[in-house]
């Protein structure tokens, strides 16, 4: 095996996107492999890869990503310089990634997750309980306007992307009140501050995999398959089996209001669900309890019980 190590002549190749919360997962993947077999960060080498989603001059910062697409969006270039061998290795956030990979690709290694709660951000009030009747809200989140919807039909829901310095500017320019992003990337960037409340999953199911990090590779590619095995966590996998499986059943993607969260307490399971509709009006939730190697049995009979309420008609949105 050590004779199969990097070496700054031949370096593992990390492929990654460039946005700043992308080049924080992929250097702490870096640096857990660095520590696992006890190498210098000069036999890993980050590649920079631009995605579609990435295209500023395809997407205006105004245009809704649901209406882009979002089938690969994140995903497809850096998946052809795995194939192509450009790369050796991709670093992804979970909570974007398809529940099926291309073919001769697998994701099967998952680095500890960081929190999995939704921020809530807002300069002027402390939760979504405090905001007065009609208040503009801003997300580009299919799930969180749905869920804030559905809890206050009161609320105004506009579109809002960008970096937490851009919200935090529009916020105090008065575009919306608050906003939302995950925990995960801003405990993962190292941002904190006083407009930031953690909200809890009771309040607001997490999104499928929210926090995750997923490392994929080529299936065919055994020295790294090994390499990745000595970062890979296993709890963070029993509980995305649980999570993705559910999504898997209810074939939706990041942007189908679709949230779900699967805890551990020792060896057994809790998995929460819950499916939407775009509006906010109609909401079907759920949970699961079960012993910790039934997760994916669990996704998928909450999936159904949940289609099974929602009824035929349901998902006949996505059609249109
Ligand atoms: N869809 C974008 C995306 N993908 C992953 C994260 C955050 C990090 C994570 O959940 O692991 C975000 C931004 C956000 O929701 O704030």
Redesign the pocket.
């Known amino acids: 095996m050590h004779s199969d190590l990097p070496s700054p002549a031949q370096p593992l190749r990390i492929g990654t996107r460039g946005s700043p ?1 992308a080049l924080a997962q992929a250097h702490e993947t870096r640096d857990r492999l660095a520590t696992a077999f006890g190498l210098p960060p000069t036999v890993f080498a980050i590649v920079v890869i631009k995605t579609t989603g990435d295209d500023r001059a395809m997407i205006a910062a105004d245009r809704p990503l649901k209406e882009i697409g979002n089938k690969g969006l994140f995903t497809k270039e850096i998946e052809e310089a795995l194939l192509s061998g450009a790369i050796d290795i991709a670093v992804h ?1 979970m ?2 990634m398809p529940v099926l990979q291309p073919e001769g690709l697998m994701l099967d290694c998952y680095l500890p997750r ?1 929190d999995v709660r939704d921020a809530f951000i807002s300069p002027g009030f402390g939760g979504i309980a405090d905001l007065p009747a009609g208040t503009v809200v801003g997300t580009s ?1 299919l799930r969180r306007r749905a869920q804030l919807l559905h809890r206050r039909p009161d609320l105004q829901v506009v579109e809002f992307r960008g970096n937490l310095q851009t919200r935090l500017k529009k916020l105090e320019d008065g575009v919306a009140a608050c906003s939302f ?2 925990m ?2 801003l405990n993962r960037m190292g941002l904190s501050g006083p407009h930031m409340t953690a909200i809890p999953p009771e309040e607001m199911l997490p999104a499928v995999a ?4 997923g490392i994929e590779r080529r299936e065919a590619d055994a020295r790294v398959a090994e390499m990745l095995a000595a970062i890979h966590d296993a709890p963070t996998d029993r509980r995305l089996a649980a999570e993705r499986a559910f999504l898997a059943t209810l074939d939706g993607s ?1 942007e189908t209001p679709i949230a779900g969260l699967a805890e551990l307490d020792g060896d057994s399971l809790h998995l929460r669900g819950q499916i939407l509709s775009p509006d906010g009006r109609r909401a079907f939730a759920g949970d699961r309890r079960g012993s910790v190697g039934d997760g994916a049995a669990m996704g998928r009979d909450l999936a159904r019980t949940l289609l099974a309420e929602a009824g035929p008609d349901f998902f006949a949105w996505k059609a249109g």
């Open positions: 919360l956030s909570k974007d960081e989140s992003l995950a995960a990337g929210q926090g995750a990090i990041c």
